[in-house]
């Protein structure tokens, strides 16, 4: 019989072990028997708390985007101003939480799989509109009129910061993703007609 207490703390094993050999394939190439062993559990049990490595890999981002999330809540939380606050989910982005190969490489496997998955398709969608919706809302009293147009590029430098990222040989350098974003922000701020 099972221990009383032990699925929460299982499932979170096989979440982070998921992440590390998705993270170590670069790809969702992964088996259950893999992520099991990272997680120091038979596959069977894996099955039985997920029923699938799809279903795993979405429990997994969902853990991401939770992380993400309360790093994202804190951050605002003591941030002053439309400039901070906007500052503020800049840093998160590129956290050493969030930013590092593993999780950098979760992300790029999400985004293929909501190509063909909906529920990840659903998960991406919440994911995107929270990020637009957080940075419209400090951009609008910094920027007015153009802050929707730059909210939607800036959300898509993020994005391909995660892919560049992936891409590229060495640990993740987050200090130049922000500076990457920062740049594009006073670039985009500019008035046109001064």
């Avoid at 979170?12 to 992520?35: N, P």
């Avoid at 992300?107 to 998960?123: G, H, I, K, T």
Wanted: proline residues 5%.
């Amino acid at each position: 019989m099972p221990k009383l207490g032990m699925e929460p703390i299982r499932k979170e094993a096989l979440v982070k072990a998921t992440i590390v050999e998705i993270g170590r394939a670069g790809s969702l190439d992964v088996t259950v028997s893999q992520i099991a062993r990272r997680a120091g559990m038979s596959p069977a049990l894996a099955h039985h708390y997920f029923g699938g490595k799809e279903a795993i890999f979405l429990a997994a981002m969902r853990h991401v985007l939770s992380l993400y999330g309360a790093e994202v809540r804190g951050a605002l939380a003591v941030a002053e101003g439309p400039q901070a606050r906007l500052d503020a989910i800049f840093r998160v982005s590129f956290s050493a939480t969030n930013f590092r190969r593993e999780v950098v490489s979760a992300w790029l496997n999400f985004y293929v799989l909501a190509q063909s998955q909906a529920d990840a398709r659903r998960l991406l969608s919440v994911y995107q509109r929270r990020l637009r919706s957080n940075l419209l809302a400090c951009l609008r009293p910094l920027h007015g009129h153009g802050a929707e147009a730059l909210a939607d590029s800036l959300g898509a430098l993020i994005d391909g910061l995660y892919l560049r990222e992936v891409l590229k040989e060495g640990p993740p350098d987050a200090e130049t993703a922000l500076r990457m974003l920062r740049d594009h922000l006073t670039d985009k701020g500019k008035d046109p007609n001064p």
